[in-house]
């Protein structure tokens, strides 16, 4: 349905003899603006993962900072702020990303461009081996057949008056040549009446007074799809798919190298600068370096037992020295 209204409003009120690049234009854009989300999400969760990093740092690191809490709450802070300022401008060049893409349809592109050539000709080959794709016949996506069987359900359930026999075959009103026409089934004859006169049936004057109207219903909408707006919209469709793989496999290879480089390497190359600009400061050299009281008093009391033991240590070589007689 979005394929075959790209299709007209392109074309305007004249037919045109071949598929309008703008309608295409309109389709895939539509479709690579729905790349930007997740590679903004991808970008979210490179930087989750790098924070939580900062919080789980190797043992032996962690270790140390313990000893000086003040000294590690500066430097978790210091990291922070570097990938938070990093952040928008990670996220910058990602939209950037799609927006290049969004600027230019490159209908050139070698992969793309093989496509173009490759199409018509499996259509026509699809078409003749009878394989071909089945598509909606009607404008809202249903085959006739089903849009016929709905008609026939709403038509029913409107005036049971139409419908005396539900076990029969249901029948078409008579022609305006005041004959009717033979009874059939949906599933088993084709029909030969169009949608419209079901429609015509729907809204006749015989339904009951005590219901409401009913609702309008536009009956061109059901009009059957000729084979020329078929064949456009498949050819539409398998380009949509083709330059949209294309350009899904860019963007995949471009937005983690646009991470790396904006986010990962830039924070890995400039977090040493950034820890001695805020850090190294000799007005902040002892506040950033006061002890935790937990790790005073454990190493007083480390010092007492060394003590304690270098006292007991002595006297017991004292007593091996006397000689008992």
């Avoid at 080959?125 to 809202?140: I, L, V």
């Avoid at 380009?239 to 986010?263: C, E, G, N």
Wanted: one cysteine or more; hydrophobic letters at 35%.
């Amino acid at each position: 349905m979005d394929i075959l209204t790209a299709i007209r409003n392109a074309n305007g009120p004249r037919p045109a003899l071949f598929v309008p690049e703008v309608s295409f234009e309109l389709l895939v854009k539509r479709q690579i603006r729905r790349l930007e989300e997740p590679s903004l999400r991808c970008v979210e969760l490179i930087h989750e993962e790098m924070q939580r990093i900062i919080q789980h740092c190797g043992n032996e690191v962690q270790q140390e900072m313990l000893r000086f809490p003040k000294l590690y709450e500066e430097i978790v802070d210091v990291v922070t702020q570097l990938l938070r300022r990093r952040l928008p401008t990670t996220n910058s060049m990602v939209e950037n990303l799609v927006a290049i893409e969004l600027a230019y349809i490159n209908t050139k592109h070698p992969d793309f461009y093989k496509d173009i050539q490759v199409v018509p000709t499996v259509i026509k080959s699809a078409g003749e081996s009878g394989n071909r794709p089945s598509r909606p016949k009607s404008m809202f996506g249903k085959h006739q057949a089903e849009s016929l069987e709905m008609v026939r359900k709403a038509r029913s359930s409107s005036n049971p008056h139409l419908n005396n026999d539900d076990d029969k075959p249901w029948a078409v009103n008579a022609n305006a040549n005041g004959k009717e026409n033979d009874y059939n089934h949906v599933n088993n004859i084709p029909i030969q009446h169009t949608v419209e006169s079901e429609l015509k049936n729907i809204l006749s004057p015989e339904k009951p007074v005590n219901l409401l109207p009913q609702v309008p219903v536009n009956s061109s909408s059901f009009r059957k799809l000729s084979e020329h707006e078929e064949h456009d919209c498949e050819i539409i469709e398998r380009l949509i798919k083709s330059y949209f793989y294309i350009v899904r496999k860019s963007i995949q290879d471009t937005v983690p190298k646009a991470v790396m480089h904006f986010l990962v390497n830039y924070v890995k190359d400039n977090l040493q600068s950034e820890l001695v600009t805020h850090l190294y400061k000799a007005d902040n050299a002892e506040p950033l370096l006061d002890e935790s009281e937990h790790i005073a008093q454990r190493r007083q009391e480390a010092s007492d037992m060394l003590k304690a033991l270098q006292r007991a240590s002595h006297i017991i070589s004292e007593i091996r020295e006397t000689h008992m007689w």
